[in-house]
DNA sequence: CTGAAAGCGCTTACAG
DNA sequence: CTGAAAGCGCTTACAG
């Protein structure tokens, strides 16, 4: 059905070899005979197969990708910077999610090591269940852990932020809305970003003459946002400030907040983490800090090459800074 | 480095065709050797390499599916569906975008084409402009068009809402509320989607007795939905309602309103359209139509396998109807 | 029931 | 500079 290689050449009237190379750029050939290769490729609309490529050389132009939720905000802009950053090396993506389920991410890590990728981005699903599966692709191919890590710190190279300079900002901003109280509305232990954020908050707080009242933990979600505004309600006094893990729980945090008829930055200020298209739809937007995305796009690719070319060092990571981004949801002094 | 199919038959003592037939349930095979030959397989961790199967049956198990931009949330929430879908037919998903550039579309549709997936699925970046390419692939393999389609009805199947349908559940819940005047905040004449929720809402509106008042028109985005409230509030008055074309333009409007100091639903009342995670997080929550995406998935996927099964017949359409999802943004009585 | 062989589309030593 | 040939991993008529 479709144009083949041998179709060309037949056509141009040189072996198939000659064809590919003149395709390819990759060896001299006369001028002459190049053009023609050429045009009759055209005009014959061949493109490459590129399975065929693939199974020669045993290694495509396809990079996976793989995010716990695709339709959390955060991994979707994630993604598409990674695309984006990697379609410049003339790659392809191959994108897919975990649902945060460790099964799931270990046959979609599978599966893409079957198809002979050239590398993969996991966000792992868990910082220490993942730690096996992690290892192991990356005994195969090229892999780089973003955002999250797994504990085994020789699994994979690692890129993301650098939470403990965003949990930094955060209070410094927090103490200059004169906040003297908090309350973490966080993230379990399940991921390394859960615990960077928590563990992070704990040792600065005091710093920043911040106290903080009893940790609210659960999983990076609307929901349970929504709901920790009753939970913290129940035990009587508000803090100055509720202290969101990431923008998903900050925004629940907003909506629970205005279903009890609480007023925000009035009544208590709100902190998110991320930046994504929530803290800037909500109303009011949420004071964050923003991740670099493109910058950390640009890093994992530039792991990810660097781990092509000389495999074998897992034990390195790349952290980049977030910047404060504010909104009208820590405006207290107004 | 990785074992293949020959390892497995040359250690369990069988032709490769015979390993092949066992690993496939192809054919009758002596149980015994079957087992043997299974048994060797697990043993070694052989796995499939797709791209061989790929190569010889010129058909893979892979299936594009190309958005305009993964970061909408009604997108990514649309290509998690789709990946379900998919996977529960044992496919699995290419996904890639489109940025809404004719370009890149076809670029995108050209690459998948060429992979030899299964088929594609499709959310044209134009209803004109991208009618060409969609009617191009078409030819070649299965392509089934989702949420949006292009002018040419023998383009390719068609799965989506039923956006009249929608618009007149919004119409009438609008009119419950005591909506007498509206002003539509909508997407343009570029997509489908944009025409048909225009011109339904046109049509609609008088038999609600609903005076629409001069459209504002752009694309589906939170920052035109921002920009547009200081549009409408130039020409004088402000309508009983805003109806925003997307739930993307509908919790922009609510950020512009807020900067405005005008309270929803107190000054005026605003609707959405798609029920994604936007309409969930603002504050109010968004009056809109939920978008039923299991539904049209599991819809867009048996198109796809009907479209394998007999090619050729393009010119038909599967739409859903959406259901109401009433938020505090119309709480208009109360 | 099983195997030897062809072939999917491509690239790349190896000769010339 | 160019071509014939091998081979990546797989499936499937074709014989037996």
Known sequence: MSVSLKDVADAAGVSIATASRVLNNSRKVTPDTAQRVRAVAKSLGYVLNPLGKALRQGDSDVV??????????????????LELEVEKCGYKCLIADSLGELDIEEDRMRTLSSRRVRGIFVVPAYFDLSANIVKEISAQIPVIQVDRRVSDEYAAPFVGIDNEDGIAKLLAHLKGQGVKTATYVGADNRT??????????????????????????NRFLFSFGFEAVSTILSRGELPDALIGADDLIATGLLAGLA???LMVPRDVVVTGFDGTLLSEVSVPRLTCIKQPLEQIAEAAVAALESQRLRPGQHNWSTTVKGTLQIGGSTARSS
């Open 192 to 217: 390394s970003a859960g615990r960077e954020r928590r563990s992070a908050l704990e040792q600065l707080a005091p710093k920043y003459g911040i106290q903080l009242t009893a940790h609210v933990l």
């Open 64 to 81: 996976g990708v793989i995010v716990p939720v695709i339709s959390n905000p955060f991994y979707s802009a994630l993604v598409q910077c």
């Open 259 to 261: 279903e009890h008829n």
